[in-house]
Structure formats: C-alpha cells, structure tokens
C-alpha cells in the first residue's frame, strides 16, 4: 500500500532557483528507482517561500529503501545545499483550518 509523504522546503538564501532545479527531478528520480507510485505529486508554495511537495511512496518499505539508494542520497544532497527541511506546524498556513497555498510548476 502506498504512504502519502508531505515535506516542506524552506529556500536557503538565493536558493530558490537550486531548490525548484531540485524539486524538478525529485519524483522522475524517485521513480526511476522504483519507490513512487505513479500518482503525480503536488507542489506549492507558503507564503514566507516555503515549497512543500506531497507524493507517493510505493510503500513503507520503498521509504527504508531510499534511504540507501545512491541516486537518492545524492539528490538529498543537492536538496541541502538549496533548503531546509521545515515542518509543517512552523508554516502559518497550517494554524487554518484550511491550509492554502500557492500552485507551483518546478
């Protein structure tokens, strides 16, 4: 069964556009490693600038998987060079009862 993922990026400075190169690649890498679904992911923008991407894991196993896979490593590598992973409580869209955001095309 498939695990929903929700992961929020916040830019370093001057970042912004490493972090959309980055966000660009992430699923097709993801699946050509085979640990997402083939469920399009979603990806907005907060409004301090924070990107936030929601995808699907093939599984809990696909997760433990990525965390040794080459090919990931090194894309998680390029995330923190352009990010920091925030979570979601620290963006002030979460403390609405509906969260809105900002569509983004990486």
């Not at 916040?10 to 972090?19: A, F, I, S, V, W």
């Not at 992430?26 to 990806?43: A, K, N």
């Not at 929601?54 to 998987?65: G, Y």
Request: aromatic share 10%; hydrophobic share 40%; charged share 25%.
């Amino acid at each position: 069964m498939g695990r929903f993922a929700i992961v929020a990026f916040r830019p370093l400075p001057g970042k912004e556009d490493k972090l959309m190169a980055v966000t660009k690649d992430h699923l097709p890498i993801l699946r050509s490693q085979g640990l997402v679904t083939d469920r399009e992911s979603y990806v907005m923008r907060a409004s301090d600038g924070t990107i936030i991407e929601v995808f699907e894991w093939k599984s809990s196993k696909a997760i433990e998987e990525a965390h040794k896979n080459p090919a990931v490593l090194a894309m998680w590598q390029k995330y923190s060079e352009a990010c920091e992973y925030v979570t979601l409580s620290s963006l002030k869209e979460f403390s609405n009862l509906f969260a809105e955001f900002e569509p983004v095309n990486p």
